[in-house]
């Protein structure tokens, strides 16, 4: 199913003087829960800026939400909602007040803005902490009531960089289960910027990996996931044979004991897998598909991309 | 408890208790309040039913849509000055510090003396001290350019106190995201915060003198004859307060936006202007040479003042220096402040 695209740009390029921050970026983000990944120095708060419309582009184009990034600024920023990694709360101001001012910063009357600042703060769940002082407030209730003031005119992207910065489990887990409610019950979009692999993979269905300002890697988890796709197989006997004999028919073979994980090449690897088995006489007593994690995905990606990025379309080609 | 019973019930289950009071119980600390809900009017032993566990979610995350109209650009910056303003009268706006509304409010009475005594002696018909206090050229521009205690102890200190964190609070609190990241452009941002402290000033400086005129002419029953002949010199005055409130805006705001806490900016606004006039006074008195006044921000908007109103000058080079000296200095503060402002960060600081 195609759904809509929430932002797209196509050679979207940002150079502040020789340095290039973003270099030709195309990228295509679907509504839903997408986690933007890159070590530091990648170019996410550049390519946050750049989709806000705040900073010039220096070549390529963009839209979000329709709207062009170049000359749309302000519709794009009225209809999204960003909750900044930093401190972005006046500490002397109750957290309703906050709210409500940051509502009608973005254009609301400022009763309905106080009527949606509890609602807001409500959903995040500080309803009973409303009215207390901002420096009163822990980090992860700063950060809900970040969130609250991105929500407070229901948005249709939600931009949340780096949302779980700083906090404990169980603020941690609140604040992702808000995001991942917002996305399936709110029906609204959530970019959400993180150096955490198991926040994104918990809350979004799509990443974009930026790498040295290029495009490292987009789409689908569960799809970029087969970069790094292994079948894992329990041995029983000739277990340095059937590793030799796997190696022998260029399969790629990593050993720790009686358990092995070989390289996915396709569907027949597993009767190659067989095959060999049955060749050298071991007895396989369990095969199942190992599924890597989103780190593992992630290291394996840096691995390949080395210190000289070329594209998606050429990680995926290496592999496969 | 065994193992089969734990699995059934991963806590232990609170025991519903039920205890009983008697006219005789002892009210203590701990019994007062089930006492005290269960009190009868008859000596009959009341009991109270302690809640057992709670049970069932208490909070349940509901996303709420909204779809309401977003107001235009002007609304936006409405809500800027409204913050700002409104801050130091109400809660729920920016947060002004005590010492802050407290110094505003001495100083709104403290202009106001001049109205208090013209009006005390002209009603007590006491002429020649009505005379001194009462409205005219040098009366009016003394209420807005006198140097002591107005534009030492008054309208500097509101100003340094007003701009102190106006900027550089965002810069060290991350709040400029707050805007940045909304349809706010740096100009409204920049141009909202400007206006917000000119208006506090402009209306205790502006305020106060035309309380003074307009109290002196209802009061005392002046004639339209007085009022023509004195209105162009309060159009002037009013002129001139507008242009202090400015140029002190100006200064303290640029010196806010360069800064990441109150003070820097606070205590810079009141060292450049009491500096910068004390060495001029310095020079003048040594060498005679009251041209280095242009340097004075106070001096210079002074000159101009003397001129607009038409009191006697009291510096020797012309007017005009003057008055090019506060457009210079009114202009590299607004040009170090729109620099500073477009500097601000939204995805870090």
């Not at chain 2, 009190?39 to 039913?49: G, V, Y």
């Not at chain 2, 057992?52 to 977003?70: A, D, K, R």
């Amino acid at each position: 199913m195609v759904r809509d695209l929430v932002i797209e740009s196509t050679a979207l390029t940002k150079a502040y003087g020789p340095h290039v921050a973003l270099d030709s970026l195309d990228i295509k983000i679907e509504q839903g829960s997408t986690g933007l990944l890159g070590p530091n120095g990648a170019g996410k708060s550049t390519f946050l800026k750049t989709i806000l419309g705040l900073i010039q582009l220096t070549s390529g184009e963009g839209k979000v939400l329709g709207y062009d990034i170049r000359t749309q600024g302000d519709q794009i920023r009225q209809r999204i909602g960003y909750m900044p990694e930093y401190d972005a709360l006046n500490p002397g101001m109750e957290a309703i007040h906050q709210v409500r001012y940051s509502g009608e910063l973005i254009g609301m009357n400022p009763n309905i803005a106080l009527q949606r600042a509890h609602q807001a703060l409500e959903y995040v769940g500080l309803g009973e902490q409303r009215y207390r002082q901002v420096s009163t407030f822990s980090t992860g209730m700063k950060q809900a009531t970040k969130l609250a003031c991105a929500l407070i005119h229901d948005p249709q992207l939600i931009i949340a960089d780096e949302p779980s910065n700083g906090l404990d489990a169980q603020a941690r887990n609140f604040m992702l289960t808000t995001l991942d409610t917002t996305v399936k019950q709110g029906q609204r979009s959530v970019l959400m910027a993180s150096h955490l692999m198991d926040d994104v993979e918990r809350v979004c269905d799509n990443i974009v990996l930026l790498h040295k300002g290029k495009l490292a890697a987009q789409g689908k988890i569960e799809d970029l996931k087969a970069i790094d796709r292994e079948v894992e197989i329990h041995v029983w006997g000739s277990a340095s044979k059937m590793e030799e004999t796997l190696s022998d028919r260029g399969m790629k073979v990593r050993r720790e004991g009686r358990v092995m994980r070989i390289g996915h090449t396709g569907e027949e690897t597993y009767n190659q897998i067989l095959e060999a088995a049955a060749d050298v006489g071991t007895q396989v007593r369990r095969m199942h598909d190992h599924e890597a994690s989103l780190e593992d995905l992630f290291l394996v990606i840096m691995e390949r991309l080395g210190h000289d990025v070329k594209s998606s379309d050429d990680l995926l080609r290496d592999i496969v | 408890m065994t193992d089969e019973e734990s699995l059934e019930t991963p806590f232990d289950p609170v025991v519903s208790k039920e205890e009983s009071f008697g006219a005789e119980t002892p009210v203590t600390g701990k019994t007062k309040m089930q006492a005290a809900w269960s009190a009868d009017s008859d000596d009959s032993n009341s009991t109270a039913q302690v809640a057992s566990m709670s049970q069932g979610q208490i909070f349940q995350q509901i996303y709420q849509p909204w779809e309401g109209t977003l107001n235009p650009r002007w609304m936006r910056n409405w809500a800027i000055l409204r913050h700002h303003v409104l801050g130091i009268f109400r809660k729920g706006h920016r947060p002004w510090n005590i010492p802050t509304k407290l110094f505003i409010f001495f100083v709104i009475i403290a202009s106001m003396t001049d109205v208090a005594l013209a009006l005390l002696f002209g009603m007590i018909g006491e002429a020649s001290l009505y005379d001194i206090w009462g409205v005219n050229r040098d009366n009016m521009y003394g209420h807005v350019m006198g140097f002591f205690p107005r534009n030492i102890l008054y309208y500097p200190i509101v100003a340094a106190l007003l701009v102190g964190g106006m900027i550089s609070e965002d810069r060290a609190h991350g709040t400029s995201a707050m805007y940045f990241s909304r349809p706010i452009n740096r100009f409204d941002y920049a141009s909202m915060k400007f206006l917000s402290v000119a208006l506090i000033l402009f209306f205790i400086i502006d305020g106060t003198l035309a309380l003074y005129y307009f109290a002196d002419i209802l009061v005392m029953g002046k004639g339209w004859a007085w009022i023509i002949d004195t209105f162009p010199m309060f159009i002037a005055t009013f002129l001139c307060g507008i242009i202090l409130s400015f140029t002190y805006t100006a200064i303290g705001l640029s010196l806010s936006s360069i800064s990441r806490g109150r003070f820097f900016p606070a205590i810079g606004l009141v060292a450049i202007l009491m500096g910068t006039r004390a060495m001029a006074s310095i020079i003048d008195a040594l060498f005679d040479k009251s041209v280095l006044y242009v340097i004075s921000p106070y001096d210079a908007v002074a000159h101009v003042c003397q001129a607009l109103i038409g009191t006697e000058m009291t510096y020797d080079h012309p007017w005009v220096w003057s008055l090019i000296s506060v457009i210079v200095i009114n202009g590299l503060a607004i040009y170090l402040l729109a620099n500073r402002v477009s500097s601000l960060e939204v995805t870090r600081e």
